[in-house]
């Protein structure tokens, strides 16, 4: 069945450079994010997997667990990681899934045949606390992902998770937020918006970031 947001993300059991993983007790009550690796020793996969460690702190901060995933053995990426330490400046502090079975590939959905039929593309998976799916990004092997733009998207999920808000283009935490439409009654506005907000038109109404 197709992934969708809102979808409950699969669970699953699978080793780890961190030892055996059940997802759904992994995740526990914390956010997950779940990204895919083509294969190990790749370059593109041992820049990416040294910005994420490099991040690791902003992804507690929001209280999001990484996991990434690659279709090679446990012993395989533990080999690699030496590599990522010394070429990327960067301590592995998060876990690696040994997926040489494709478990997790299948169940996800990160084979894409017609790109390639025995590797993963490169899958993001943004679950939240009640294991929904959130969002879902989706890249070629070629392309190396932007784990800044990773974390912009959980603070617009966090954010809007909390506040009656949306955010416009290039939002960034601590810029101005769209007001949800549904909002119409003045008092309301008054009370959720007590910074106020600028009409640029009836349905497009800017107010500074609520939580800020
Ligand atoms: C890479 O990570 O560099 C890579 C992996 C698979 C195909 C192309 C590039």
Aim: overall charge negative; glycine content about 4%; hydrophobic content about 35%.
């Amino acid at each position: 069945m197709a992934l969708h947001l809102g979808s409950i993300a699969p669970d699953f059991e699978q080793d780890s450079t961190e030892g055996r993983i059940r997802f759904h007790q992994w995740i526990g009550d914390s956010w997950a994010i779940l990204f895919s690796h083509p294969k190990d020793f790749t370059p593109v996969c041992t820049t990416e997997l040294g910005r994420a460690a490099n991040l690791k702190d902003e992804f507690d901060k929001r209280h999001v667990k990484m996991l990434a995933v690659s279709v090679d053995p446990v012993t395989e990426h533990k080999k690699w990681i030496g590599d990522i330490e010394e070429t990327q400046r960067a301590t592995m502090n998060f876990p690696i899934l040994g997926d040489s079975d494709r478990k997790v590939a299948k169940l996800y959905d990160m084979i894409h045949e017609e790109a390639n039929d025995t590797l993963t593309v490169r899958s993001v998976f943004i679950i939240d606390p009640n294991k929904k799916i959130r969002a879902t990004i989706t890249y070629p092997a070629s392309t190396g992902r932007n784990f800044g733009e990773l974390l912009r998207v959980i603070d617009s999920l966090q954010l809007t998770d909390n506040h009656k808000v949306a955010t416009p283009a290039d939002w960034k935490d601590g810029d101005e937020c769209v007001i949800a439409p549904s909002i119409q009654d003045p008092k309301e506005l008054a009370e959720r918006f007590p910074k106020g907000f600028r009409a640029l038109k009836p349905y497009l109404r800017l107010t500074p970031q609520p939580n800020k």
